[in-house]
C-alpha cells in the first residue's frame, strides 16, 4: 500500500483520508489508543488547511505521509497554502462558562495536546507539518 | 452522520447520533443541531455510536449548547466513548456540557 496520500482541498477528502489511515493503522498494527491520536491530529490538520489554507482551492496541493509501527506513527502533511504554524497560533481562551465560551478555535490545541511531538517549517511555497504519536 | 430524535417524558429530547462527528458529519448535523438549540431547553445526546469526534463537531455541539443556555436550557452527553470522551476534556467543553455516563444520569443533568 502507498504510504503517501494526496487529497484535494475539499471536505470529501477527510473520507478518503480516515479510510486510508484505517487501512496503514491496521497494515502497522497500530496500538488503538495511538491510531485514534493520530486520526484526530490529522484530521485537525488537514480540516484547517482545506479550510483556511486557500483563497484558490483549484491549485491545492496537500498530502499526507505516514510511517507506522505497533506503538509509534509519524506523518508528514505538505501544503501549499498560506504559511501556517500551529505551533505559534494563538490558542482559543480556556473555557469559563457557557455563556463566554468560543463557538470554535479548539483544533489547534486538540493537536498541541494530543500529539506526541510536532515540528513545523515553511520550505519554498509549502507548509510541512510533522507529527508524531507514540504509545511510549 | 446519522441523526435521530425522540420525545421522552418531562419534555426531555433525546438525540441519538450515529457515524464519525467529523466535517462531514458536522455539516449532517449543523442544521438539525442548530434548531434544537434554538427551540428545545432539555436535550440529551446519546454517544454510544459516534466513535469519532473532531473539534469542528466540538463547535456544533457547543454553538447548539449556548443557544439553549441563553434560555436557561441545558444539554448533556451520554455514552461517550474513550476518544470522545478525550476531545471533550481537551478541550474543556466538558465543564459546560455535562459529559454523563447513562441515560437515566444525562436525563436527571438535564432536569
Redesign the interface.
Given at each position: 500500500m502507498q504510504d503517501r496520500l494526496t487529497l484535494d482541498a475539499d471536505p470529501a477528502a477527510l473520507a478518503r483520508l480516515n479510510d486510508w489511515l484505517a487501512a496503514r493503522f491496521s497494515e502497522a498494527g497500530l496500538a488503538p489508543a495511538v491510531a485514534a491520536d493520530m486520526k484526530l491530529c490529522l484530521n485537525e490538520a488537514v480540516t484547517n488547511t482545506i479550510c483556511h489554507g486557500f483563497d484558490d482551492p483549484a491549485g491545492a496541493r496537500i498530502a499526507v505521509e505516514l510511517q507506522a509501527g505497533p506503538r509509534r506513527a509519524v506523518a508528514l502533511v505538505t501544503d501549499n497554502g498560506r504559511p501556517f504554524d500551529p505551533l505559534a497560533a494563538p490558542l482559543a481562551a480556556p473555557i469559563e462558562s457557557l455563556r463566554s465560551a468560543q463557538i470554535g478555535g479548539f483544533g489547534i490545541k486538540l493537536m498541541r495536546d494530543t500529539a506526541s511531538a510536532l515540528h513545523y517549517e515553511r520550505v519554498g511555497d509549502t507548509n510541512r507539518l510533522r507529527i508524531e504519536c507514540s504509545a511510549d | 452522520m446519522q441523526i435521530s430524535q425522540q420525545e421522552l417524558d418531562g419534555g426531555v429530547l433525546k438525540v441519538t447520533l450515529s457515524g464519525?462527528f467529523?466535517?462531514?458529519g458536522a455539516?449532517d448535523v449543523d442544521v438539525p443541531f442548530s434548531v434544537i438549540g434554538g427551540r428545545r431547553d432539555k436535550v440529551i445526546v446519546d454517544f454510544s455510536d459516534v466513535d469519532?469526534l473532531?473539534?469542528?463537531g466540538?463547535?456544533v455541539l457547543?454553538?447548539a449548547?449556548?443557544s439553549m443556555?441563553?434560555r436557561g436550557g441545558t444539554m448533556a452527553l451520554f455514552n461517550v466513548g474513550?476518544?470522545p470522551r478525550?476531545?471533550l476534556a481537551?478541550?474543556?467543553?466538558d465543564?459546560?456540557?455535562a459529559v454523563t455516563e447513562d441515560e437515566p444520569s444525562a436525563i436527571a443533568a438535564v432536569s
Open positions: - | 464519525p467529523d466535517i462531514a455539516a469519532f473532531a473539534s469542528i466540538v463547535r457547543v454553538k449548547a449556548k443556555g441563553n474513550e476518544a478525550k476531545v481537551s478541550t474543556g467543553v465543564t459546560i456540557i
